[in-house]
């Protein structure tokens, strides 16, 4: 079994930044993919980024790779999510997730480990 945990999440002008956390507790292999998702009101959700706990992978939705970078810090279990040059299309919840390191990264039904999100709004 894994936990996550999120936190960081707030509100926070365009154009600014923020970094958000995820705790991680439990059985977590080297292999485990560790995702960012995000849902905004009456959209799916969708992926961000991700990265292999061990830290040799990481991956990005295309249209957010150069504003935002997924990292770990095994030390403390913790994934981070740091966002610059926020948009207000940046509003959401974001969600981490955690699989096996076999098959896709980016559909979240390849997920079997969720937080319960945090939310981020981003203020014009």
């Known amino acids: 079994q894994v936990q996550l945990v999120e936190s960081g999440g707030g509100s926070v002008q365009a154009g600014g930044s923020l970094r958000l956390s995820c705790l991680a507790s439990?059985?977590?292999?080297?292999?485990?993919?560790l995702g960012w998702f995000r849902q905004a009101p009456g959209k799916q959700r969708e992926f961000v980024a991700a990265i292999k706990w061990n830290g040799y992978s990481t991956w990005y939705e295309d249209t957010l790779k150069g504003r935002f970078a997924v990292s770990r810090d095994i030390s403390v279990n913790t994934v981070y999510l740091q966002m610059n040059i926020v948009k207000p299309d940046d509003t959401a919840v974001y969600f981490c997730?955690?699989?096996?390191?076999?098959?896709?990264?980016?559909?979240?039904?390849?997920?079997?480990?969720w937080g319960r999100g945090t939310q981020v709004t981003v203020s014009p």
């Open positions: 997730a955690a699989k096996t390191g076999l098959g896709s990264v980016i559909y979240a039904n390849e997920y079997d480990y």
């Open positions: 439990g059985r977590i292999l080297g292999t485990y993919v």
